[in-house]
C-alpha cells in the first residue's frame, strides 16, 4: 500500500530551528510536497522537491533523497506565525497526490 | 499567481436541503480541480478529481449521487451536498491544477458546512 509518515506533533522555540521528517512508501514517485496549513485554513504550497537534494526558500528548505523515501522540511529563525501543521504529499505513478496526515508545530517564546 | 476562490467561505443549511459551493481559479486554467473534505484535527481526504468537461472520478465511499461536481469550464468548479445532513458537516476545500499533472495543486481559502 502507498504510505507517508511524519510526526504528529512537534514543539520549538520561537528565533531556533526544526526539521520536520516525512518518509514515505509510494508506487511510483513524481515529486513531494510540502504544504503549511494554519488552523481553520485551507493548505498553502511552500515547495517542491522532485530531484535529490536542497531547495531553499527564505527561511524554509526542503531536502529529498528518493533512494531512502525520506524528506524533511527545515525552518529557520522560528516565528510564533509559523505555528501550524505542515503537510508532506507525494505525487505517485499517477499524479494522484498521496497525503500524510501532517505535523502540528507549536512554537513556543 | 495561482489564485483560486471559493464561495460561499461559510454556509448554515437545514438537513434535507441542497448546497452549492463554486471553486474558481483566478489568473489560470484549471483543467483538473479536486475537492477535499477535512474533518477537525483530521487529515485531508480527497473526496473527487474532475477534469474540465468531463465526469469527476471519485474516491473510493463517497457518493456521487450525493456529492455532485460539475467543472464545465477551465475556471469553475462545483460541488453540490444534495439532502446535506448534520454528518456532512465539514470543512470543504477545493484546489486547482494547471497543464500537466506535474503542477502544483493551490487550494482555495475552503467552506466550512454546517447542517443542522
Known amino acids: 500500500g502507498q504510505n507517508i509518515d511524519q510526526p504528529t506533533e512537534m514543539t520549538a522555540t520561537e528565533g531556533a530551528i526544526v526539521q520536520i521528517n516525512c518518509t514515505y512508501q509510494?508506487?511510483?514517485?513524481?515529486?513531494l510536497f510540502w504544504y503549511q496549513q494554519h488552523a481553520g485554513e485551507a493548505p498553502t504550497f511552500l515547495s517542491y522537491?522532485?530531484l535529490d537534494g536542497l531547495e531553499e526558500k527564505g527561511r524554509f528548505s526542503s531536502f529529498l533523497s528518493r533512494s531512502t523515501g525520506y524528506s524533511y522540511l527545515l525552518l529557520k529563525e522560528l516565528q510564533m506565525k509559523d505555528s501550524a501543521s505542515y503537510l508532506c504529499a507525494v505525487s505517485d505513478s499517477n499524479y494522484q497526490l498521496i497525503w500524510g496526515a501532517g505535523t502540528k508545530l507549536i512554537i513556543k517564546p | 499567481g495561482a489564485v483560486v476562490s471559493q464561495h460561499p467561505s461559510w454556509v448554515i443549511c437545514k438537513s434535507g436541503t441542497s448546497v452549492k459551493i463554486e471553486c474558481r481559479s483566478l489568473d489560470f486554467q484549471a483543467t483538473t480541480m479536486f475537492w477535499y473534505r477535512q474533518f477537525p484535527k483530521q487529515s485531508l481526504m480527497l473526496m473527487a478529481t474532475?477534469?474540465?468537461?468531463?465526469?469527476?472520478?471519485?474516491e473510493q465511499g463517497v457518493e456521487k449521487d450525493k456529492f455532485l461536481i460539475n467543472h464545465a469550464s477551465l475556471t469553475l468548479s462545483t460541488l453540490t451536498v444534495t439532502s446535506a445532513h448534520p454528518e456532512d458537516s465539514s470543512f470543504y476545500i477545493c484546489?486547482?491544477?494547471?497543464?500537466?499533472?506535474?503542477?502544483?495543486?493551490?487550494f482555495g481559502p475552503g467552506t466550512r458546512l454546517l447542517v443542522l
Open positions: 474532475s477534469n474540465e468537461g468531463s465526469k469527476a472520478t471519485y
Open positions: 484546489s486547482a491544477r494547471s497543464g500537466t499533472p506535474q503542477e502544483t495543486q493551490y
Open positions: 522537491n522532485v
Open positions: 509510494t508506487s511510483g514517485f513524481n515529486g
